[in-house]
Every structure is written in structure tokens, then in C-alpha cells.
């Protein structure tokens, strides 16, 4: 897999995370499933934002053409921290969660659909196919960091 190409490396992740989301949303109240699955979506999608930020963002912000993209996606990753902050503070049972959780559903939902239609592809342009594997291959290895790191928050904040 280290030889795949960074945008089919992060559209994978992504199909995961539509999976999840839909997952999720079919939870009733304050359910194991609920707070089990909502867990691997925010962890799952923090270490992805992280390492995607620290490979193909980081390349993109260096390219004058592609940094107000890069930019506005990082802009979107906080945007969507802010939602899983706040998700994981409320009441898994309350009746406010679900509401918000599907508009942070249908924010993430816009971030990955731009990033696949819109931003990968100007970004492609602008790789060669060997900076392409070299991101894929650093995501690779930052990507497990990244879930450890994401684990170690959620274990912290229990205790």
C-alpha cells in the first residue's frame, strides 16, 4: 500500500468515515453503539485530518496556486473539531445531540465531497506521481502516530 497514491489513500479513509456517519445516525439515545461508533468516528477522523494536514496540506501550502485551498480545508478540519468537541461533552441521550451531530454530518459531508471533486484534482495537477507516492507513504506512517495520539486524548480525558 505504500506505493498508492495519496488522494485513493485519503478517499479510502474517507469512505470509511460516510460509513461511520451513517452508521451513527441510525443510534438510538444513549446506546453502547452510539458512543462506540461516534468514538472511532472522532478518533479516526482526527488522526486523518492530522496526517493529512502534515503531508498533503503541508506540500499544497508551499504552492502558491493551491494554498488558498489548503487553507480553506485546514480552516474546515477546525471547524469540524470544534463539532467533535462538542458532541463528545454532551449527553449521548440528549435530545440536542443527534440534531447536532447530523449538521456535523452534512459540514463533514460538504469538506470531503470539495476535497475530492474540487481540491485533489487541482492538486494533481500540480504532483508529479512520484510526489504523490512519497505523500501516500508519509501518510502511511503518520497516520497509526496519529491514531495513538488520537486514543491517548480520549483515554486522558476520561480518567
Known amino acids: ?3 498508492e497514491k495519496i488522494f485513493a489513500r485519503l478517499k479510502e ?3 470509511k ?3 461511520l456517519l451513517d452508521q451513527i445516525e441510525k443510534t438510538h439515545g444513549d446506546s453502547d453503539g452510539r458512543e462506540e461508533l461516534f ?3 472522532r478518533t479516526e477522523v482526527m ?4 496526517a493529512e494536514e502534515e503531508t498533503l496540506y503541508a506540500t499544497m501550502l508551499e504552492k502558491p496556486d493551491l494554498r488558498e485551498d489548503a487553507q480553506h480545508s485546514v480552516s474546515e478540519h477546525k471547524e469540524i473539531d470544534d463539532f467533535l468537541e462538542e458532541l463528545t461533552e454532551k449527553e449521548f441521550s440528549s435530545p440536542g445531540w443527534l440534531p447536532r451531530f ?3 454530518k452534512h459540514r463533514y459531508l460538504h469538506h470531503i465531497d470539495e476535497e475530492e471533486e474540487d481540491m485533489f484534482p487541482a492538486a494533481a495537477k500540480d504532483l508529479s506521481q512520484t510526489q ?3 505523500l501516500a507513504s508519509k501518510f502511511e506512517q503518520r497516520k497509526p502516530k496519529e491514531l495513538e495520539r488520537a486514543a ?3 483515554f486522558d480525558s476520561r480518567e
Request: charged residues 50%.
Open 1 to 3: 500500500m505504500a506505493d
Open 13 to 15: 479513509d474517507h469512505e
Open 17 to 19: 468515515h460516510r460509513t
Open 39 to 41: 468514538e472511532r468516528f
Open 47 to 50: 488522526a486523518h485530518a492530522a
Open 102 to 104: 447530523k449538521e456535523m
Open 132 to 134: 504523490e507516492e512519497k
Open 152 to 154: 491517548e486524548a480520549e
